[in-house]
């Protein structure tokens, strides 16, 4: 599963709205990009169900953050 470059941008706000400039916890940089790939979280096995996360980058030193696509508003399937 693929993000969109619309859905990137939507993840893209969605923190810019949350809080000033997303910055890296690891190296404070203020240059963190949305990956378009998305990681598939398994949260139930016997169900095998998944929670689908938007991945971000930081494009200095590479520490990755996850977001739950549902929760920055992008449908899930």
Do not use: W
């Amino acid at each position: 599963m693929s993000l969109t470059p619309d859905e990137q941008r939507t993840v893209a706000e969605h923190l810019r709205s949350r809080s000033q400039s997303p910055q890296c916890p690891v190296c404070e940089a203020s240059n963190m990009v949305v990956m378009e790939e998305v990681t598939l979280h398994p949260i139930d096995q016997e169900e095998d169900s998944s929670l689908p996360v938007a991945n971000v980058m930081c494009k200095y030193c590479g520490y990755m953050l996850q977001f739950s696509l549902s929760a920055v508003g992008i449908p899930v399937d």
